[in-house]
């Protein structure tokens, strides 16, 4: 245990967990006797160091296999860590994969008892939080019944009404609430509001970016064992968005760089040479705030004489997903007559975009706007805002209640 007087809750200092792959149980038994090494090492939390102060909710998000219910079940003491110190401040009540914990031979009630003696209660204690666990899980005569007859969500009502009514200092909640039904999913959230309100400590992993972001004043992004990043849940959430959009663009981005090597002879007469975002002072940039004015340019290269035809841009999400889009054509322009080291400017008063990394689109057509000579994308640019709302833009709207 820490110190009384620390302000961390938690503290975890150079912590890892390896665990030994062996192709068979028969390698495990071979490498006892010829002590040869017979396995691969897979790394499921490498080298973590972080504290988690007291009364803090703290977030854990990434992708499966990341090592996010690896640390919550050292910290929870269910798995020893192959190396490295970890350190608790309080009682610890911990609501990991489903079933951990249950006798399932036994009933509901003789689990509620049987993990209350494991955390420390006495048997007054116990027999006075009895009833609210039992009200609370609204799971009425399947409480006599054994756990084994129990649905998933039966088993999730269980779990959480114990691990949240023995008064831990410590509240640790492994993506459980995704099995219950919204009704019990808002007793949970609320009862996990009130923990927040009297300063308890909650660790609460989850794949809903929602509820990390509404429980959840610090985050942290685990990836492939390794801290990706940590801070302020907004921008820590953001950051993982903008990385799985990506990851889920890659076949997107190679079909369309295939089109794009597969250019019709005129094409290869007209080339984008650049595009550049500029700031309200013409300075390139990379950071952008809501509603900041852009100005969009793109400089071309034609090799042919008397070509012309309209040019475009848009604004366009990591993950492809076009945001805005405008060419010369729909604002009722005459084609252009193209030349070489010619430059367009788009001139925007305004960027609505939310918090996320965007990128600009640049296209130069013929003169209908339906065959694309040439496009070519800019470097990408982050929007850092400070508003909650979800999705691309920012909408000016006022409540009626």
């Known amino acids: 245990m820490m110190d009384i007087l620390s302000t961390n809750a938690i503290e975890i200092k150079n912590l890892s967990k390896i665990y030994k792959i062996y192709p068979s149980p028969l390698h495990r038994l071979k490498e ?3 002590k040869k090494s017979l396995h691969s090492d897979f790394i499921a939390l490498n080298n973590i160091s972080l504290d988690i102060q007291q ?4 977030g854990i998000i990434g992708e499966n296999g990341a090592g996010k219910s690896t640390l919550l079940k ?3 003491t269910t798995l020893q860590p192959t190396s490295g110190e970890i350190k608790a401040n309080g009682r610890i009540s911990a609501l990991l994969e489903l079933g951990a914990g249950f006798n399932f031979e036994l009933t509901g009630e003789e689990n509620i008892i049987l993990n209350a003696y494991l955390m420390g209660l006495s048997k ?8 609210q666990i039992i009200n609370f899980s609204e799971l009425g005569d399947f409480i006599k019944r054994p756990v084994k007859t129990y649905s998933s969500g039966m088993h999730v009502r269980l779990a959480f009404s114990i691990a949240t009514s023995v008064d831990p200092d410590i509240l640790i909640v492994d993506e459980a609430l995704a099995v219950g039904d919204n009704h019990f999913q808002k007793k949970c959230v609320d009862r996990m509001m009130n923990f927040k309100r009297d300063g308890k400590t909650i660790l609460f992993c989850s794949h809903s970016m929602y509820l ?9 992004w685990l990836h492939r064992g390794n801290i990706e990043g940590i801070g302020d849940t907004g921008s820590v959430i953001s950051q993982y968005q903008n990385f799985e959009r990506e990851k889920e663009t890659i076949l997107k981005k190679e079909s369309i760089a295939e089109q794009h090597n597969s250019k019709t002879d005129i094409s290869k ?8 975002i500029l700031d309200r002072h013409n300075n390139p940039v990379e950071m952008v705030n809501p509603f900041d004015p852009l100005t969009i340019t793109m400089k071309i290269s034609c090799t042919k004489n008397n070509l ?3 040019v475009g841009f848009a604004i366009v999400r990591n993950d492809e997903v076009m945001c805005f889009g405008t060419m010369t054509h729909f604002d009722g322009l ?4 193209y030349y070489d080291n010619q430059e367009f400017a788009l001139v925007m008063q305004k960027s609505p975009l939310l918090t996320g990394t965007y990128k600009i689109m640049a296209v130069v057509g013929d003169e209908h706007a339906m065959h694309p000579y040439d496009i070519k994308y800019s470097s990408p640019f982050i929007v850092s805002s400070k508003f909650k709302e979800f999705g691309m833009t920012y909408i000016e709207h006022a409540w009626k209640l």
């Open 32 to 34: 006892i006797f010829s």
């Open 55 to 58: 009364g803090e909710t703290f």
């Open 74 to 76: 050292i910290i929870a």
């Open 124 to 131: 007054p204690e116990i027999e006075a939080k009895k009833g």
């Open 212 to 220: 990390i972001q509404e429980l959840c004043g610090k985050t942290l």
């Open 269 to 276: 007469s007209i080339t984008i040479t650049s595009v550049t």
């Open 308 to 310: 012309k035809g309209h």
């Open 334 to 337: 005459e084609p252009i007559h």
